[in-house]
């Protein structure tokens, strides 16, 4: 049971029960669709909250205008969003079944009193591995032996380990910073940018947004894990991946907007990329007929690095249920989504 959950014992004193509306949609992703096993197992952790919530459950939008009349709080990816305020008078909280919010934009959608909320962190055990995966892949020019495998090339490409490599993480938050512990502990310098530029134990060195191109020339592995918004699409293009040196790896985890397609291809096939490995495409998913699949040393996976079929619900419901927990008690939420800065 989570640390916060309390007894049946302790549970709530509250005459009305609180009403949860669960939307999920047919044609999302397993790891975007709660289940009521799911669901079921998280109450049983949550046992303060099993006693007094009651919940519906709608898919493709088939009862949402009824059920989210009487709904306090929400938890979905893909809903209707037009006419949330009228349709919706007590919904105080929409927890998002993913941690970016980009597909939302703009958030002029969102009525006053309403928070929206993110799973920040449920995604963290198994993108920390993906990010150890790719930063060895990296390392070791697999994607440039994958090439050469493709071209049916005997090219013997001899690597050093990576301890003692330089590494830059774009974007220290909760996966960022997951990677930079994992980097560590391979005997990587870690160089990060975060917004806030709060240390972290993992980091070597910590810098401000504004430090970016100073920094990419020092670096034999940029990593790129920051919120798309408005003011960071396209963030990395041809003018950064000049200033980087010739040879470095490339990795990308976040989101396919953050990088100019056209402009990592270009470094790809010029050689001032030695290799990339990005786990998302802009567009995505990438048309068939894009150049991109062809570029030279470079591995695309199709967006599925950072969540865990297994507990990435489970997961976002310990979220949700904290701060269901939390509104019910007039406490401030957690992963709360800042409209403003539109992440």
Not at 24 to 33: A, D, G, I, K, Q
Not at 80 to 108: C, I, T
Not at 259 to 288: M, N, S
Request: glycine share 8%; aromatic share 6%; with cysteine.
């Amino acid at each position: 049971m989570p640390p916060s959950a309390k007894s049946k014992s302790e549970a709530f004193s509250r005459t009305a029960p609180f009403r949860i509306h669960i939307e999920n949609e047919t044609n999302l992703m397993p790891v975007f669709t709660v289940y009521p096993n799911q669901y079921a197992a998280a109450l049983q952790r949550h046992p303060d909250l099993a006693a007094i919530v009651e919940t519906s459950w709608g898919i493709d939008g088939d009862v949402f205008d009824q059920a989210i009349g009487s709904a306090d709080a929400m938890i979905g990816y893909r809903f209707p969003r037009q006419g949330l305020a009228e349709k919706a008078p007590r919904l105080k909280l929409v927890q998002v079944l993913g941690a970016g919010v980009d597909f939302m934009l703009p958030f002029d959608w969102v009525p006053k009193g309403l928070t929206l909320t993110t799973n920040c962190g449920a995604h963290v055990p198994k993108a920390s591995q993906s990010a150890l995966m790719a930063l060895l892949m990296a390392n070791a020019q697999i994607p440039k032996l994958v090439t050469a495998q493709r071209r049916r090339e005997w090219n013997r490409i001899f690597t050093p380990t990576v301890a003692g490599r330089t590494l830059l993480i774009v974007g220290v938050g909760h996966i960022g910073g997951g990677a930079a512990e994992e980097a560590k502990k391979l005997g990587m310098k870690v160089i990060g940018i975060r917004r806030s530029t709060t240390p972290h134990p993992a980091v070597d060195e910590m810098h401000g947004p504004t430090a970016l191109h100073d920094l990419l020339p020092r670096a034999d592995i940029v990593l790129v894990n920051i919120s798309l918004t408005s003011t960071t699409r396209f963030i990395i293009g041809r003018e950064e991946f000049k200033r980087m040196k010739r040879g470095a790896a490339f990795i990308n985890m976040s989101r396919g907007g953050l990088v100019d397609p056209k402009a990592l291809e270009e470094a790809l096939r010029t050689d001032q990329l030695g290799c990339a490995i990005i786990d998302v495409t802009y567009p995505e998913p990438l048309p068939p007929g894009s150049s991109l699949w062809d570029a030279p040393n470079l591995m695309i996976t199709p967006h599925v690095l950072s969540d865990d079929l297994e507990q990435y619900v489970p997961r976002t419901l310990d979220i949700f249920f904290d701060n269901v927990r939390r509104q019910i008690a007039g406490k401030p939420f957690t992963n709360v989504v800042d409209t403003e800065r539109e992440y």
